[in-house]
């Protein structure tokens, strides 16, 4: 009986430690919003691109997608 409760445990375990590393190199790439402008000058507006589409939007800027430069960029705490 103890074993049985020792690999349920261990199996647990497992399932929850897979659940947070993977859950953490999925989530934080994409959390957030996309933010444009139309200038260099102009204000940051939502968009509501996908992750996928503002970074294809941002290709032309070829700068970080995560630094708000350029005229494209995505705001992970979504401002």
Same mark, same amino acid.
Request: contains cysteine.
């Given at each position: 009986?103890?074993?049985?409760? #020792?690999?349920? /445990? %261990? !199996? %647990?375990?497992?399932?929850?430690?897979?659940?947070? &590393?993977? /859950? *953490? =190199?999925? =989530?934080? !790439?994409?959390?957030?919003?996309?933010?444009? *402008?139309?200038?260099? @000058?102009?204000?940051? #507006?939502? +968009? /509501? *691109? +996908? &992750?996928?589409?503002?970074?294809?939007?941002?290709?032309?800027?070829?700068? @970080?997608?995560?630094?708000?430069? /350029?005229? %494209?960029?995505?705001?992970? @705490?979504?401002?």
């Amino acid at each position: 009986m103890k074993k049985w409760c #020792y690999l349920l /445990g %261990v !199996a %647990v375990l497992a399932v929850v430690l897979v659940l947070i &590393f993977h /859950g *953490r =190199t999925q =989530t934080h !790439a994409i959390s957030g919003c996309c933010m444009e *402008r139309s200038s260099y @000058n102009a204000q940051w #507006y939502r +968009s /509501g *691109r +996908s &992750f996928v589409d503002c970074q294809e939007a941002n290709r032309r800027d070829r700068d @970080n997608i995560f630094h708000p430069q /350029g005229l %494209v960029w995505w705001d992970v @705490n979504c401002r």
